[in-house]
């Protein structure tokens, strides 16, 4: 069993900067994509970024530009450099890790951690 272990969240004022935080541990084969979704209060949780071993990266349109998805690879580490943040931007972040299923199979197993809060407000 993945555990994903997210750090980094808290109260920002608009246009002002974070950096979110995952590790995760516990796995039996490589975790080939890592990456953060978000969900507000009241709404679907969505993707933010992702970004496979390989490099392969995906922005949502409303973040591009403005937040960075980077990987530790040899660590099992995800992190989200997040600048000049909204309001719209307040949601619960969590990290994804999905696992390989078993050895050279290419299906994978998606394991969340528990979500860190991110509140941009004035």
């Known amino acids: 069993q993945v555990q994903l272990v997210e750090s980094g969240g808290g109260l920002v004022q608009p246009g002002g900067s974070l950096r979110l935080s995952c590790a995760a541990s516990?796995?039996?084969?490589?975790?080939?994509?890592m990456g953060w979704h978000r969900q507000a209060p009241g709404k679907e949780r969505e993707l933010v970024a992702t970004?496979?071993?390989?490099?392969?990266?995906v922005y949502a349109n409303s973040v591009k530009g403005r937040f960075t998805i980077s990987r530790d690879n040899a660590n099992n580490r995800v992190y989200l450099q997040m600048n000049s943040l909204k309001p719209e931007d307040t949601a619960v972040y969590y990290c994804?890790?999905?696992?390989?299923?078993?050895?050279?199979?290419?299906?994978?197993?998606?394991?969340w951690g528990q979500g860190t809060q991110v509140t941009v407000s004035s």
């Open positions: 994804n890790g999905d696992e390989r299923a078993g050895r050279g199979v290419n299906y994978f197993t998606r394991y």
């Open positions: 516990g796995n039996r084969f490589d975790i080939n994509l």
């Open positions: 970004m496979t071993t390989s490099g392969t990266i």
